[in-house]
């Protein structure tokens, strides 16, 4: 296995004039090729984490390490311009006074002014902006901006870099585009970029793996894939996007639920809180055996159709594809496409729950 090119090791930091930590024994490690997504509410501490990886704030205790080098801990602090770690910031803080190629130029030390501006110039080429070397920040768009941003980020050599929030103040498309930019940079100069955002969907579309957070500690890190289908409590089912929680009594596999007979995914016993998505979930008409309801309302999306279902007393979400047909007030009936996922207690303090693998 590839050894890390980033690593934070129970990092902790309180502000001044606060009772508690802002960040809570936060690990965690990124790799060659790897993009890392910090995701959570606002004031979660996502951006507390960033800025202590890269040396704005100083931990409390902890160890951050580039490498082999350890850029804190113990009695070491290795001062931000020192850390060979690129940021790019929400506003990308580009200089107005310089050009495009000025700002790039800006971060490269300890090379002649002539390999500056070659390093720099193939950075632009690299990320598309070729021919906008003279250009003033303002003059640019703002997928262009933050494109600037990246490549002065970068263009130091920095094999790590961490980027918070890039994305909040560009269109879709641009957004969209600018992520898969990213991804392809960090595969093609085998960075480990940490990415922080509070958009659900930028985090499991950009992320290889995610982290994430609440109340200043990592709820859950894994593959976006593992994390969204097999959440580990009901913050983190229902932060990354809608989902129907439901009751169970659990008998080793099968369970008991108001949908019927429900089989688990993993062996249980007694009450136990399941995640059904809505697109794990299948609609049609009342089957002899299993409880039955009726549409109470249905969003129709284009590609795809929400309906709202009223079973007994409970409401449950179910998405189709378009061609799937019910009326408000028709009978229905739901079913699993998948096994349920089991999600553990919830409301554990956070000092109690249990510290996460680094990888």
Known sequence: MKAPLLCVHNLTKTFAGY?????????????????????GPSGCGKTTTLRTVMGFEQADIGEVKRGEEVLQGGVVFVAPERRKIGFVFQDYAL??????????MFGIRGVPKARKRAIATEVLWMLGLAGLEERRPHDLSGGQQQRVALARAIAPGSRIVLLDEPFSSLDPDTRHTIRGEVRMLAERAKMAVVLVTHDQEEAL??????????DGVIEQLGPPEFVYNHPANRFVAQFLGRTNLIDCQASGTMGE???GKVELERAATGAVTLSLRPEHLELHKP???RPSGKVIAREFKGHDMTYHIRIGI?????????????????????SLRTKAAIVDDTEAEPTKRVRLPLA
Not at 19 to 39: A, H, K, Q
Not at 95 to 104: D, K, R
Not at 205 to 214: G, N, P, Y
């Open 19 to 39: 009772d508690s930590p802002v960040i809570r024994d936060i690990s965690f490690c990124v790799y060659p090729g790897e993009v890392l997504t910090l995701v």
């Open 95 to 104: 200089f107005p006074h310089l050009s495009v190629l000025g700002n790039v």
């Open 205 to 214: 579309s950009t992320a290889d793996r995610l982290a994430v957070m609440r």
């Open 257 to 259: 639920s108001p949908l």
């Open 287 to 289: 089957i002899g055996g």
């Open 314 to 334: 409970g409401e449950y979400l179910v998405q189709t594809d378009a061609a799937c047909r019910f009326n408000v007030g028709d009978p229905a009936s739901i």
